[in-house]
């Protein structure tokens, strides 16, 4: 069985019924200790979520059981440029500062739509760029309908 632990809430107030706020890094690091006891697998993160991948480099022990999931960030325009990539890079360069990290498990686009965009596949041979330089294992994308996945696969 394989098992992810979502991080947002490690960064900031997050959750239709979060009523305590974002827990304390000694919490985290309970939580953290709890999974790992309890055989879980992954920790999906993101620069979105604030503070997360912060706490997660700064809490997780120097041999970690976790393989770490990452995202990207938003495209902003309509159509994808050089500076989009170049900026995924970037991005990608402060996530693995940030968690104490030379390499993620994965790397997932955070909105399925950038890489479906006019010029999304100058993302695609980014991302295939990071997995060549053993910067990430494994690329994919975060898909939130059926369409998306259909979209997707018909794509790639």
Known sequence: MKLALGTAQF???YGISNK???PSESDVAAILACAAENSVNFLDTAPAYQLSEEIIGRR???VSPFKII???PKVKGDRVEKSDAAAW???LVRSLARLNTPRVYALLTHDTEDVLKPGGDLLIRELEKFVDEGLVEKIGVSVY???Q???ALAHF
């Open 60 to 62: 997780l022990p120097p």
């Open 70 to 72: 990452t995202k990207t």
């Open 11 to 13: 960064g900031q107030d």
């Open 20 to 22: 305590s706020g974002r």
């Open 145 to 147: 309908t059926a369409d």
């Open 89 to 91: 890079r970037e991005s």
């Open 149 to 151: 996945i259909d979209r």
